[in-house]
């Protein structure tokens, strides 16, 4: 669950922590494997530093999660939620080609995110 608070910018958004984890690990996949993932080709409007950004952003929401925390509120600026929708956009295509992602694209492909207006 991925849910636009304040559509300002920075975006406020609310994320549950099953589709933190998701982002995280197609995020993480993309970082570890950039020339595999073919990611910054695909998505040139996507720069890697914006990209290491919204995955530091991502990263640090995770850990600073409770275990009880079903929730969380993570702030992104336009860059980074591109980046976001990216990630997301990646997993639906690619996610069942990728042996580290295949068993999470169904999950990846039930994550609804919004598309910000900003």
């Known amino acids: ?13 609310e994320i549950g922590r099953d589709s933190l984890y998701l982002a995280t ?6 970082e570890n494997n950039p020339m595999e993932s073919d ?19 991502l990263r640090q929401a995770r850990s600073s999660m409770n ?6 509120f993570i702030y992104l600026d336009k860059g980074q939620y591109c980046v ?3 990630i997301f956009w990646f997993g639906r295509n690619f996610g069942d080609n ?8 169904d999950d990846i492909w039930n994550v609804d995110i919004p598309l910000s207006k900003i």
């Open 84 to 86: 976001l929708e990216a």
């Open 39 to 57: 990611f910054f080709c695909m998505r040139p409007d996507i720069e890697e530093n914006i990209f290491a950004v919204a995955l530091g952003v």
């Open 98 to 105: 990728v042996a580290e992602l295949e068993e999470l694209h």
């Open 67 to 72: 275990k009880h925390d079903t929730i969380g």
């Open 1 to 13: 669950m991925i849910k636009i608070i304040e559509n300002d910018n920075p975006i406020k958004l």
């Open 25 to 30: 690990a197609i995020a993480t996949y993309i």
